[in-house]
């Protein structure tokens, strides 16, 4: 009997384990184009399973964490302009933060343009920061590193 109920404890907190598991409904990818002699295009691509969402670069104050892609300092390399998105914008208000967000679902794209100095091959590296919802819950921001070769 007490072998039935250790197996049966046993059980029942191997189930509460895998049920506790932290989700992660957004894989990312990473490459870098080519663009001219010493300039690059970095992809940085998030695919978010449904009914997930992540938050746009631009969501405004008092709302959820905005995505934010930050690059390692490098000497070798210069970011030429802002990160942009590409994707499916969707805009509304939400209650929980009393504002209207921007946010993707699906797949969002981020590119940001490098130029590196000449006859250097070298790699980027940095981070990128986001919080993922659905219509019930947030999972809290999660910061995930990368690092792509040029």
Known sequence: ??????????????????????????SWTY?????ATNEYE????ATIKKP?????????????IATYISFNKSP????EGETKEVGKLEK???TNFK???????????FTQLVKVKAG????????????????KQCLPPTKKPFDIKL
């Open 1 to 26: 009997m007490k072998k039935f109920i250790s197996l049966s404890i046993c059980f029942v907190c191997i189930g509460l384990i895998l049920n506790a598991q932290i989700k992660s409904p957004v």
């Open 31 to 35: 490459k870098a184009n080519k663009k």
């Open 42 to 45: 970095v992809v940085i691509t």
């Open 52 to 64: 997930w969402h992540i938050y746009s670069q631009n969501t405004g104050k008092g709302g959820p």
């Open 76 to 79: 070798l390399i210069t970011l």
């Open 92 to 94: 509304t208000y939400d």
């Open 99 to 109: 504002t209207d967000v921007l946010y993707y679902s699906n797949m969002v794209v």
């Open 120 to 135: 250097i091959k070298t790699n980027i590296s940095g981070e990128i920061e986001f919080m993922v919802c659905d219509d």
